[in-house]
């Protein structure tokens, strides 16, 4: 009953720091393209900055990790969400859709398979990886 009540208190902390986080990326993302970069450019340098704020925001409040070891495989599922982000707005804008519309809609898609991606693999706890072996 524990681990469940836990699991559900995380994950209600990770949509509200996600939401800090999506805001944050968001906006980056926004200036930039209002400042007359190319979508794919403002979705890189704006997943740059990302990068940082998110790991810390996560790591310490969500997932009560306070080093800094899990950064590398932070970075390697950042890419993935950011290819996969990516592939997904350029199959839309190919339909003809507004950049910022589109990645005001894929934001909370992206953001929950994030979790999962880093409940999985960058933030594994001891209890996690006791019941994937046992499991």
Not at 45 to 67: E, P
Not at 82 to 107: C, D, H, R
């Amino acid at each position: 009953m524990f681990v469940r009540k836990e699991g559900a208190r995380q994950f209600f902390k990770f949509l509200i720091v996600g939401g800090v986080n999506t805001l944050f990326g968001y906006s980056c993302y926004a200036a930039f393209y209002l400042f007359g970069l190319s979508p794919w450019l403002a979705l890189l340098l704006a997943s740059f900055l990302a990068v940082i704020f998110n790991f810390f925001t996560f790591s310490r409040v969500v997932f009560k990790n306070y080093g800094t070891g899990n950064f590398i495989r932070y970075i390697i599922v950042f890419f993935i969400l950011y290819f996969i982000n990516k592939g997904l707005l350029e199959m839309i804008i190919v339909s003809g859709g507004n950049p910022l519309y589109i990645q005001a809609f894929l934001a909370p898609v992206m953001a929950c398979l994030s979790f999962v991606l880093m409940k999985a693999y960058v933030f594994r706890t001891r209890n996690f990886q006791r019941i994937k072996k046992t499991g």
